[in-house]
């Protein structure tokens, strides 16, 4: 592997700066300029927005002013609470205010300085009320999000008395995003300019959810089907494999566990070896593999959300990097929230794209709804019939090493990830708690009956474990179980 392009990668990553390519292959100078995905978290279509200035209100006419000069409407959770609102008084700045007992676990997903939905959907929350809310005709229309203010609220406080750094995504069968928490956060009625804060963005308090970092063994996922898919169901697995002056482990390589052996597939993909799908990928070849991720999974272009657009990366220069493309390393990257897409996938067979918009409304009447939200259950891709069972078995087969108590009316699918990253190791849990009446086709006006009916596809991400005394994913189960207590029980 050449050491010295790598260490360009991990120092341009890490400053949060670079423009990875999707699906690129070599490169004159082994970085690609097209595209600024890492430096764009909440920009439509990928490229970075300008905050709106707030303009102060300007005196009545007989008319509905144009929606540039609203003042910014409301913004409701999934249920009808109150998450956002502007205050303004006569000569002074108008202010975007956060409710209280929402501000912090909202922070970072909502604000301007984070460059959250105030700002991706500051348009429609300007566009004229079909009422006009005060005398001056100041304030927009509202809009409500598919993110339930208790869940959200819940799994913050949670990740907060565990101190667990990183993020936790739920998604509904639908598309729609339930929660989106990164801990920490921060107090945005505390901060005093509202303007777009880089060091928020993207510090210690960004949006984990919707930042790009490698996904270790939760791509195996991915990996399982294409093996599938070109028939290799079994390979020999040494527990180490030497190469070209270095080597790939498999996590228990040196625990004495059987090795060397004739591995399967199902085998491979439930005790997470290495070495079957980096010899696998080898195999099939970097063509092949590419075309199949972009193909079953989308993962080489980008999936444009309401949101903003999910840019995933994945580059092969050399033999090597294709052999770790297999478990999630080398140069792949992607967000938490396109785990939780990948996760629907598994277990239902289609990607749907997430969304966060469920409609505007009246601000004068938050009951009133005046316009549709983003498309649900809108498919992006698929896992072809014939490979989706061998997959869900592995799934099961991962849960059953987990130490985790599944709710009466549920099954878990599951796979963990260990991920080396450029900042420290990262685990993640990627799972689809399933309804057992739910066949992944339910559309739904609101969420108050999803409970009964529904499931939940919940991605766990712990950017600290050695801090919980964590070395791999599957370490990590009684906190899942945690996470899945809370999203079941609401």
């Known amino acids: 592997m050449d050491i010295f392009r790598r260490h360009i990668s991990l120092l341009a990553a890490a400053a949060l700066t670079a423009a990875f390519s999707s699906c690129a292959t070599t490169v004159s100078d082994g970085v690609d300029h097209n595209l600024s995905a890492a430096t764009a978290?909440?920009?439509?279509?990928?490229?970075?927005?300008?905050?709106?200035?707030?303009?102060?209100?300007?005196?009545?006419?007989?008319?509905?002013?144009?929606?540039?000069?609203?003042?910014?409407?409301?913004?409701?959770d999934c249920k009808g609470r109150l998450l956002m609102t502007t205050k303004y008084e006569e000569g002074e700045t108008p202010r975007r205010i956060s409710a209280d007992e929402y501000a912090v676990p909202f922070a970072n997903i909502l604000t301007d300085m984070s460059e959250g939905y105030d700002t991706v959907f500051s348009e429609q929350l300007r566009e004229d009320n079909p009422t006009p809310c005060d005398k001056d005709d100041t304030i927009?229309?509202?809009?409500?999000?598919t993110i339930d203010g208790e869940v959200q609220k819940a799994i913050y406080n949670y990740m907060q008395?565990?101190?667990?750094?990183?993020s936790v995504v739920v998604m509904r069968t639908d598309g729609?995003?339930?929660?989106?928490?990164?801990?920490?956060?921060?107090?945005?009625?505390?901060?005093?300019?509202?303007?777009?804060?880089?060091?928020?963005?993207?510090?210690?308090?960004?949006?984990?959810?919707?930042?790009?970092?490698?996904?270790?063994?939760?791509?195996k996922i991915m990996s399982e089907v294409i093996a599938d898919k070109h028939g290799v169901y079994s390979l020999y697995?040494?527990?180490?494999?030497?190469?070209?002056?270095?080597?790939?482990?498999?996590?228990?390589?040196?625990?004495?566990?059987?090795?060397?052996?004739?591995?399967?597939?199902?085998?491979?993909?439930?005790?997470?070896?290495?070495?079957?799908?980096?010899?696998?990928?080898?195999?099939?070849?970097?063509?092949?593999?590419?075309?199949?991720?972009?193909?079953?999974?989308?993962?080489?272009?980008?999936?444009?959300?309401?949101?903003g657009t999910m840019n995933n990366n994945v580059e092969i220069y050399c033999d090597d990097d294709l052999r770790r493309t297999a478990f999630g390393q080398s140069y792949v990257l992607t967000c938490p929230i396109?785990?939780?897409?990948?996760?629907?996938?598994?277990?239902?067979?289609?990607?749907?794209?997430?969304?966060?918009?469920?409609?505007?409304?009246?601000?004068?009447?938050?009951?009133?709804?005046?316009?549709?939200?983003?498309?649900?259950?809108?498919?992006?891709?698929?896992?072809?019939q014939e490979y989706r069972k061998g997959l869900l078995d592995g799934m099961l087969g991962v849960v059953d090493h987990l130490s985790v108590s599944v709710p009466a009316g549920y099954t878990l699918y599951?796979?963990?990830?260990?991920?080396?990253?450029?900042?420290?190791?990262?685990?993640?849990?990627?799972?689809?708690?399933?309804?057992?009446?739910?066949?992944?086709?339910?559309?739904?006006?609101?969420?108050?009956?999803?409970?009964?009916?529904?499931?939940?596809?919940?991605?766990?991400?712990?950017?600290?474990?050695?801090?919980?005394?964590?070395?791999?994913?599957?370490?990590?189960?009684?906190?899942?179980?945690?996470?899945?207590?809370?999203?079941?029980g609401k």
């Open 140 to 145: 927009g229309q509202s809009i409500q999000l």
């Open 237 to 307: 697995d040494e527990g180490e494999w030497s190469f070209d002056g270095t080597s790939i482990v498999n996590w228990d390589h040196d625990t004495g566990y059987g090795y060397p052996m004739e591995r399967s597939l199902q085998s491979a993909f439930i005790n997470s070896s290495n070495i079957f799908f980096a010899k696998a990928f080898d195999q099939i070849g970097k063509e092949a593999v590419l075309a199949d991720l972009e193909e079953m999974f989308k993962f080489c272009s980008g999936i444009e959300c309401d949101f």
């Open 41 to 76: 978290t909440y920009a439509a279509k990928g490229e970075k927005t300008t905050p709106p200035t707030t303009e102060a209100p300007t005196e009545a006419t007989t008319e509905h002013k144009k929606s540039a000069e609203h003042l910014r409407g409301n913004i409701y």
């Open 176 to 219: 729609s995003l339930m929660s989106q928490v990164s801990y920490p956060s921060y107090d945005p009625n505390a901060v005093a300019d509202q303007s777009y804060d880089e060091k928020l963005a993207w510090g210690d308090c960004g949006n984990k959810a919707f930042q790009n970092c490698e996904p270790g063994s939760c791509f």
């Open 338 to 384: 396109y785990l939780a897409a990948l996760g629907r996938e598994a277990v239902f067979g289609d990607m749907v794209r997430p969304f966060v918009l469920k409609c505007t409304v009246d601000t004068t009447d938050p009951a009133s709804v005046t316009g549709s939200g983003s498309k649900p259950l809108d498919v992006v891709a698929s896992i072809p």
């Open 414 to 488: 599951a796979k963990t990830g260990t991920a080396e990253t450029w900042k420290d190791d990262f685990l993640y849990i990627t799972g689809c708690l399933k309804n057992d009446s739910d066949d992944g086709n339910g559309s739904y006006i609101d969420y108050s009956s999803y409970g009964g009916k529904g499931s939940y596809i919940i991605v766990m991400q712990i950017q600290n474990p050695a801090a919980h005394g964590f070395s791999f994913a599957s370490e990590s189960a009684w906190y899942y179980q945690g996470i899945m207590d809370i999203v079941a």
């Open 161 to 166: 008395s565990m101190n667990i750094v990183g």
